[in-house]
């Protein structure tokens, strides 16, 4: 999506919505949904239109742990940190993760392929440790994760990207 | 205003109809196939299967009904699929790969035969396989919320509706609120949402307040690490959870209603919005609910993560577009809430007893479970056991028979350390009280709480103060920031933790560390808050010896506290030439030595423990020890020309 696009579609949210401040979090969400993260142009076009001030739309954002204030990356790596998977060392995972892709969690990588993130519970906590991996807005998900496999999927998805340089 | 045997003969049209659909489905000459296509199947590749019974049908020649169903709480079993063929039984296949779907459809349905190897079992009873309510699970299990859950399909409601679905609406269309109430209040019924308030109570406060007209919410927002009953309800069978809102709503004289479902629970949000539609169609909800000019408008709330927001008070600021930051009580929601109107918040759980309350008389219900706490309780079982997934038993079953009877007991061989119950603001409880019954007071007086039902089952290799420092971590950063206590008191408990996981503890650590817990429970605004410590005081109170050995000895007793462990390879057991280690190693901290056995370079090593995982069972070489310091030093230096 360029710029332009993702300037119209927001514009667009904004406009649908009535001027009620009920509907701030449906708002961010839409936004969101459209354009993967939250701009702060994107926030201060929502806050003129509810008449209320940016700092407010902005602690209401970053109050919510669905809300992210930078893009994902293409491949949006989710490490699992529910209890089930943590006393299946999923730190252990997620530091593996770290290493190989040489960012720290929350960030995204400089080309913008891998987004590595940790969340709280997944919900399939008998496949402990999960890993979710976004792409496209389709999650797949890996069970029983091993630091051993993290390399396995990071070539799988360089090698669909056709970059082969090895990280 | 419609008559009410007016009432009676619509409601009894729409009854037909389902009933009509449903015997069509089961009776039709196809052979039924159904998929379990809740989150935690389609995790496991049930999506993959519904693909897969499609195209090989087709390419088979095969004239097949292929439907959804939703969870049956068996998630280490999943994918579960069930193959019902004209004449037969339905049988409950587990753990279906693609290939398996493919036998499947060759086996059972082209040539009929049932395939038995794979059963799981019947689901009527059966001459050739006993049926699945013989397996000890089913046995101990009394279904009322999870009753219908993976058998029908959440997204048909005529499927519910055949289950004898909505009865109860109709029942209390005719019935005074108050009626609706003393029934309610005759159960004994106390809200599932983890705190155990009588349910009665609240609706009559809600109905008498004087401040306007009521809300109703449902509070879907379930924040608990680990825990996921309330998403697998609304994914399975979202009826009976809108059934129970729109019972309340009559009593509590409510004409809108709100279900508040957390956004990272896509398909339960789906299937509630296509749920609200289809009921609003039959005219079971909406302006006009079956002629009788009562209206329940309900709308559908995304929540946007934030643990906080499970606390009714948060959960409206919420909705009022705000951050859900909890405000002091009282006034209580259920007499002023949501924009100053009386405002009922109930749970998932809560709202699906009730039609099985209405339906099946109260005194049905005060027969399961104890006398101070009545009716059953969904449980998530996670962690280490060998059969995880969702349970619903009587309240009063002892947490013996729901690891071991239930849930398989402990995999590999190793010993039951403890129980952790009701999440972040729960409790450890230790083996050894493992014939208490669970009811609220007997797990609020062994210093923990029901919480929302989750279970994380702990063994020998579990440490208890690493296990307290991660629900911690949690409470601390869920923290609304709004009371001081709860903001600086978990952040300063949550740094006395990790010294002492670091062995970095002083004993004047604990002292402090008590007397933090117990300022920041009294002290906190909220139940986030006052509950947050919990598993801090349950381990001080049952594994104190684990924190002193942290703090004395720096030695972590289950050899899990990182900094206090190492990993060494005993030369007596390692197997020159053997290499699996190695391999393993993320980082390329395992040589080889000059004598051909490995060894570990500990500056290296990041403590994964993917060696002890790699090792070979007959050679076993790997072992953890603690404290670090201890471990001797390698046996022989690397060799010159190592490969690795």
């Known amino acids: 999506m360029s710029e ?56 209401v954002a970053t109050f919510y742990n669905q809300f992210r204030l930078t893009p994902p990356g293409k491949y949006q790596v ?90 | 205003m419609a008559r009410p045997d007016d009432l009676g003969n ?60 939703g969870c049956i709480g068996h998630c280490y079993a999943e994918p ?4 019902k063929m004209p004449g037969m039984s339905p049988y409950l296949y587990a753990r279906v790969n693609p290939t398996k779907a493919e036998l499947l459809l060759r086996y059972v349905v082209r040539d009929g035969d049932p395939f038995l190897d794979f059963v799981m079992g019947a689901l009527q009873e059966d001459e050739l396989m006993p049926p699945v309510w013989d397996l000890p699970r089913f046995h101990y299990e009394k279904r009322l919320i999870l009753e219908h859950c993976g058998l029908i399909d959440p997204e048909d409601i005529h499927h519910y509706i055949a289950m004898g679905g909505y009865r ?9 609120p108050e009626h609706i109430i003393g029934k309610l209040a005759a159960s004994g019924l106390r809200g599932r949402g983890g705190a155990g308030f009588p349910t009665a109570h609240k609706w009559e406060i809600c109905k008498n307040s004087p401040y306007g007209s009521p809300i109703v919410i449902c509070n879907g927002d379930e924040g608990d690490p680990g825990a996921y009953m309330d998403r697998a309800v609304l994914e399975s069978n979202p009826h009976q959870v809108l059934e129970g809102l729109a019972i309340a709503a009559l009593a509590v004289g409510a004409s809108l209603g709100y279900v508040y479902v957390r956004a990272e629970y896509p398909l339960a949000i789906r299937r509630v919005r296509k749920a609200l539609e289809d009921a609003t169609h039959l005219g079971l909800m909406g302006r006009d609910i079956l002629g009788t000019g009562r ?84 449980f998530s079982v996670v962690g280490k056991c060998e059969q995880p997934g969702l349970v619903e038993v009587p309240l009063g079953t002892t947490l013996k028979q729901l690891v071991f009877d239930i849930c398989g007991g402990i995999p590999a061989g190793k010993s039951f350390k403890a129980l952790q119950i009701g999440g972040p603001s729960g409790g450890c409880i230790p083996a050894s009280l493992q014939d208490t019954p669970m009811d609220y007071e007997t797990l609020q007086e062994a210093g923990s709480m029901m919480g929302s039902g989750g279970i994380v089952v702990l063994d020998e290799e579990d440490c208890m103060v690493e296990v307290a420092r991660f629900f911690l971590e949690f409470t601390q950063g869920e923290s609304c920031g709004k009371c001081t206590f709860c903001r600086i008191g978990t952040r300063q408990m949550l740094e006395l933790l990790t010294e002492i996981t670091m062995g970095k503890a002083t004993p004047e650590h604990l002292q402090l560390l008590e007397e933090l817990a117990m300022d920041v429970k009294l002290g906190s605004l909220c139940n986030l808050g006052a509950t947050a410590p919990n598993p801090v005081l349950t381990t001080l109170r049952y594994f104190r010896q684990e924190y002193l050995a942290h703090i004395l000895e720096k030695k972590c007793p289950a050899l899990q506290c990182r900094e206090l462990t190492a990993y060494y390879i005993l030369p007596e057991r390692c197997a020159a030439g053997c290499d699996a280690c190695v391999g393993t190693c993320p980082t390329e901290a395992i040589y080889t030595m000059r004598n051909r056995k490995k060894a570990v370079e500990q500056e290296k090593c990041v403590k994964c423990g993917e060696c002890v995982r790699a090792c070979p069972p007959e050679y076993k070489a790997v072992i953890r020890i603690s404290p670090a310091t201890e471990v001797p030093a390698p046996q022989a230096p690397r060799a010159e020309k190592d490969s690795h």
Not at chain 1, 11 to 25: G, M, P
Not at chain 1, 28 to 49: C, T
Not at chain 2, 80 to 83: F, G, I, M
Request: proline share 5%.
């Open chain 2, 168 to 176: 109860a609406l109709l029942r209390s269309l005719s019935m005074k």
């Open chain 1, 4 to 59: 332009r696009e993702e300037e119209l579609q927001v514009l667009k949210t904004v406009k649908s919505f009535q001027a009620e401040k009920t509907n701030l979090i449906p708002m961010l969400q839409q936004i969101q949904a459209l354009v993967g993260y939250l701009p702060s142009w994107g926030m201060e076009e929502v806050a003129k239109h509810l008449s209320i001030p940016v700092g407010e739309v902005y602690g």
């Open chain 2, 295 to 378: 209206e329940f408008q309900v709308r559908l709330f995304e929540g946007s993560g934030a643990f906080v927001c499970g606390e009714e008070t948060a959960l409206i600021a919420s909705i009022q577009g705000e951050r859900g930051m909890p405000r002091p009580r009282p006034p209580f929601p259920a007499e002023r809430g949501l924009w100053g109107r009386p405002t009922l918040v109930n749970n998932v759980k809560t709202l699906a007893l009730i039609p099985k309350i209405l339906e099946n008389g109260e005194s049905s219900f005060t027969e399961i479970g104890t006398p101070s706490s009545p009716g059953t309780m969904v």
């Open chain 2, 80 to 83: 579960l699929v069930t193959v």
């Open chain 2, 10 to 69: 619509r409601f009894e049209q729409i009854r037909q109809e389902a009933l009509a659909r449903w015997r069509a489905l089961w009776e039709d000459p196809r052979a039924l196939i159904t998929v379990g296509t809740a989150t935690c199947g389609l995790a496991q590749g049930a999506g993959e299967l519904l693909d897969v019974l499609r195209e090989s049908s087709t390419r088979l020649g095969l004239e097949v009904q292929v439907r959804e169903v």
């Open chain 1, 78 to 167: 989710k490490v699992c940190t529910g209890t089930a998977c943590h006393v299946k060392r999923s730190y252990v995972i997620l530091e593996e993760w770290e290493r190989r892709l040489g960012i720290k969690e929350g960030q995204t990588t400089e080309d913008r392929l891998f987004g590595l993130e940790k969340v709280a519970c997944v919900g399939c906590c008998a496949l402990a440790p999960v890993v979710v991996i976004r792409h496209n807005s389709t999650e797949a998900f890996y069970g029983n994760m091993m630091t051993s496999k993290v390399n396995g999927l990071i070539l799988e998805v360089e090698r669909k990207e056709g970059d082969g340089s090895a990280r």
